[in-house]
């Protein structure tokens, strides 16, 4: 897969849905478009049949949650004068238990679905992103329709990340247990869980309680830090960055 | 005699069986013999490997990897290392590339081997099981000698590989099992080094193959539970998004060693072998023609690392750490050590797919990064996903022991089905 043949496919995928894709770039050979719900299906179809794109497989759905992209746990630019820590409290994900989740609303275009496309005839990968609208309640139209591999990569974003796939023949969940309460990939679940199993003598059967066995703790903080691109890092390396 | 009313019952298969591979449970709907509607129920082993990801440094979890087809374990890490090495814009120099072309091929027949095993002992025959252990220990021991563990090695790095091949293959010692004659042959190819061993393994292991391929390919039984079964056309086959042996033993050529080459693929010659019919027992041929071309591959990699040294290795130390000789001199090199051991290193803001040709089809690891030095996002497309969610299309109208050849022809893995 060339750089000439993806920016070309980047520019055919232009020409062809225009303003339907709110987005298409290509980075590091990597062609990403991205479209509102209302217009998956009509583009999806075309794409896996129109001869100059042929998506024939869908490689991979994915949910994706954006909360709290891009936020880090450690101080980078200064240094306290008040104490030796630089960790600054924050709500990622190992450091709450279930009845401390925190309660977030009100942030737009936080889940995501995100589609990978293979063409065995042209030899071509595209993603494809589609932002739910509605946090509190994510809808994205379900593409089984198209591709009938995407039921079950669908249900399993729809059991990790809470994404409603609207005319999915059969949501249900797929790799939580049965009977399972959240959406444990969001990022307000908690890392550690939120029932935990064991068997109780007394009552001679395996009952669920809330987890007690473990403490949330962070081992590394998150860190970004101001040369988050690597630039001087690249510099310092000088030729040893790509290869020796 | 009165009418009698016939219905359809429900039956549970699993997850405690030994033809479910691990854990697979599937309720299915039976008509006498014969199956109505299958419906696999996963998740039993479901750990969140994705969301463990997102809590650790990016080099902690090239472990994980390991465990989600615990029988390809270097192939999962060379997909998970290869998103890092995308987003990061680094190459592996060009001795770890062909030392990770090498792996692969090897856990490939490693994969291929279990299968081939397995799938036998599923559908009645017990002694394949037994001769391809034999030399899937051979294979195991190369593992062990270049990482130190049997299976989980996490020997891919970003930026190379662990450390460079070893100069002494380990020898077995004598003990109360192997002794005097028995231990003289188990040692004869353990005398030089690794790459002595695997010239010795690779000339030795096409007539292995051919042991396996007597004890099926003609065999009457083998050909009566697996020819006609479970056919799979190629427009099925892409419909349901199949990759690996399941595409082309529905005759489509497509490989991504060959169409989107990546480590030292396209420096290696090989073919590709394609069934014809879309069955149990081609995707059987395919299969084991693939490890044919694997031990072409492992030989052409050993002859290009006798040939040529070199580093395995980037000197990059925002990416990889220093040796010790150079942390114990150098006060830089200490520093990058311990940010590296304690922080790890950051990742560009970005997304990236990596997919490499595993033995099972494609696994893919689509990564986000924010920026930070653990991911945002960790996604892994398991080909034994893909591959088990189309059961139902398949194997309805087929009767029940077909199920068995159906699993057993996916070469479903429950680590990288459930995660």
Known sequence: MSDTQANSLAERLVARFGDTLSKVETVRGETTAELAPADLLAVATALRDEAEFRFEELVDV???????????????????????????????????????????????????????????????????????EDEAMPMVPSVTGIWPIANWFERESFDLYGIVYEGHPDLRRILTDYGFVGHPFRKDFPLIGNVEVRYDPEKQRVIYEPVTSVVPRVLVPRVIREDADLQQARAEAADNWREN | MSAQEIRNYSMNFGPQHPAAHGVLRLVLEMDGETVVKADPHIGLLHRATEKLAESKPYNQSIGYMDRLDYVSMMCNEHGYVRAIENLLGIEAPIRAQYIRTMFDEITRILNH???????????????????????????????????????HATYYRPGGVYRDLPNQMSQYRESPWHKGKDLK????????????????????????????????????????????????????????????????????????????????????????????????????????????????????????????????????????????????????????????????????????????????????????????????????????????????????????ADVVAMIGTYDIVFGEVDR
């Not at chain 2, 036998?120 to 001769?131: E, K, N, P």
């Not at chain 2, 995707?283 to 023609?289: K, P, S």
């Not at chain 2, 990064?369 to 969610?389: Q, T, W």
Request: proline share 4%.
């Open chain 1, 62 to 132: 994915c949910g994706v949650d954006y909360l709290g992209f891009g936020q880090d746990e450690w101080e980078t630019a200064t240094v306290s004068g008040t104490g030796f820590s630089r960790g600054v409290t924050g709500q990622a994900q190992g450091r709450f238990s279930w009845s401390e989740r925190p309660n977030v609303t009100g942030t737009p275009r936080r889940f995501a679905s995100v589609m990978h496309l293979l063409s065995l005839t042209h030899n071509r990968r595209l993603r494809l992103r589609v932002y739910a």
């Open chain 2, 113 to 151: 081997l279990m299968w081939v095993g397995s799938n036998a002992l599923d559908l009645g025959a017990m002694a394949v099981f037994l001769y391809a252990f034999r030399e899937r220990e051979e294979l195991m021991d190369c593992y062990e000698a270049v990482s130190g563990a049997r299976m």
């Open chain 2, 185 to 400: 042959r188990l040692n004869q190819w353990r005398e030089g080094s690794m790459l002595d061993f695997l010239d010795a393994f690779t000339d030795d292991f096409p007539t292995k193959v051919d042991e396996y391929e007597e004890l099926l390919t003609n065999n009457r039984i083998w050909k009566q539970r697996t020819v006609g079964i479970g056919v799979v056309s190629p427009e099925h086959a892409k419909a349901w998004g199949m990759t690996g042996a399941m595409l082309r033993g529905s005759g489509i050529e497509w490989d991504l060693r060959k169409k989107q080459p990546y480590a030292a693929y396209d420096q290696v010659d090989f073919d590709i072998p394609v069934g014809v019919n879309g069955d149990c027992y081609d995707r059987y041929l395919v299969r084991m023609e693939e490890m044919r071309q694997s031990n072409r591959i492992i030989k052409q990699c050993v002859k290009w690392l006798r040939e040529n040294s070199g580093p395995v290795m980037l000197s990059n130390y925002k990416v990889a750490p220093p040796s010790r000789e150079e942390m114990k001199r150098d006060m830089e090199a200490l520093i990058h050590h311990f940010k590296l051991f304690t922080e790890g290193y950051g990742v560009p803001a970005g997304e990236s797919y990596a997919a490499v040709e595993a033995p099972k089809g494609e696994f893919g690891v689509y990564m986000i990064s924010d920026g930070a030095n653990k991911p945002f996002r960790v996604k892994v497309r398991a080909p034994g996903f893909a591959h088990l969610s189309s059961m139902d299309s398949i194997v309805s109208g087929h009767m029940l």
